[in-house]
């Protein structure tokens, strides 16, 4: 690879009830859903949000603005899609991706090994390369007073030689 780059992204909703949890792809029975313009998947956001950032082109709300209504209850995988054909176009490749879920619930453990391999598949690499883990935020700020839901996620990409 002649160039590697990284790029972070970071999103947050708050939690709304009657509506299904979607999480880095994964429809999460059971678990109290979030608030959003699109289907609200925090972690599909900030992975979208960082490669997009890893290869300098905009950021979701650019590419996908919540004041289009084509946007209204999408689902975050065609925003992910959309961001991986952007870098493709521009000469690079997933190297790696991490993503912290951050909040109260749902305990993540429980689907680690289905967000993984839901992020593998949709980025098109092996899930050796891609990391999902948790934490809470001890009670604090809007995510430990289970107002909401929050997702940080960084990108490696890397440039094809020519």
């Not at 950032?53 to 709300?61: H, P, R």
Request: with cysteine; proline share 2%.
């Amino acid at each position: 690879m002649r160039e590697v780059r990284i790029g972070q992204g970071f999103d947050v909703h708050r939690y709304r009830s009657g509506r299904l949890l979607r999480l880095c792809g994964v429809e999460l029975e059971g678990e109290i859903g979030l608030d959003g313009h699109s289907d609200a998947d925090v972690g599909l956001h900030a992975v979208t949000d960082a490669l997009l950032g890893a290869v300098a082109a905009g950021d979701i709300g650019e590419h996908f603005p919540p004041s289009d209504s084509r946007w209204r209850d999408a689902d975050s995988r065609i925003f992910l899609a959309a961001a991986i054909d952007e870098a493709t176009s521009r000469g690079f490749d997933v190297v790696n991706c991490d993503v912290t879920i951050i909040g109260e619930r749902p305990r993540v453990g429980p689907y680690r090994d289905r967000l993984r391999h839901s992020l593998a598949e949709l980025l098109g690499v092996d899930v050796g390369r891609v990391s999902v883990k948790a934490t809470t935020s001890e009670g604090l700020g809007f995510t430990g007073r289970l107002e909401g839901l929050a997702a940080l996620a960084v990108f490696l990409v890397g440039q094809r030689n020519a």
